[in-house]
């Protein structure tokens, strides 16, 4: 098991920066990967970014070369710093992890408030 807060979110106008923070309650060093998600209302969750055991990064198409995910093993910390945000970043952005390949994303945060709105 492992418990994700993020934290983070709040509101920004477009062109600005945030960057979200992931805390794990154990150690991530084993775990296979990490990842955020998002999820706008009345829209289906969205794998926006994961970052592997092995720091093998994927974005999805519409925030590459905006976003930036990294982890932290030692502080059992996953970061995503988002740059250029648009209006349509805005959403409920959650943390997840995925212990292994074969699993699911199987364990969520509580999820924090991104708007960008000027």
């Known amino acids: 098991q492992v418990q994700l807060v993020e934290s983070g979110g709040g509101l920004v106008q477009p062109g600005g920066s945030l960057r979200l923070s992931c805390a794990a309650s154990r150690n991530i060093f084993s775990i296979y990967a990490m990842g955020w998600y998002r999820q706008a209302p009345g829209k289906q969750r969205e794998l926006v970014a994961t970052?592997?055991?092995?720091?093998?990064?994927n974005y999805t198409d519409s925030v590459k070369g905006r976003f930036t995910i990294s982890r932290d093993n030692a502080r059992k910390m996953v970061y995503l710093q988002m740059n250029s945000l648009k209006p349509e970043d805005t959403a409920v952005y959650y943390c997840?992890?995925?212990?292994?390949?074969?699993?699911?994303?199987?364990?969520w945060g509580q999820g924090t408030q991104v708007t960008v709105s000027s």
């Open positions: 997840s992890a995925k212990k292994d390949v074969l699993t699911p994303w199987d364990f």
């Open positions: 970052i592997t055991r092995g720091s093998t990064r």
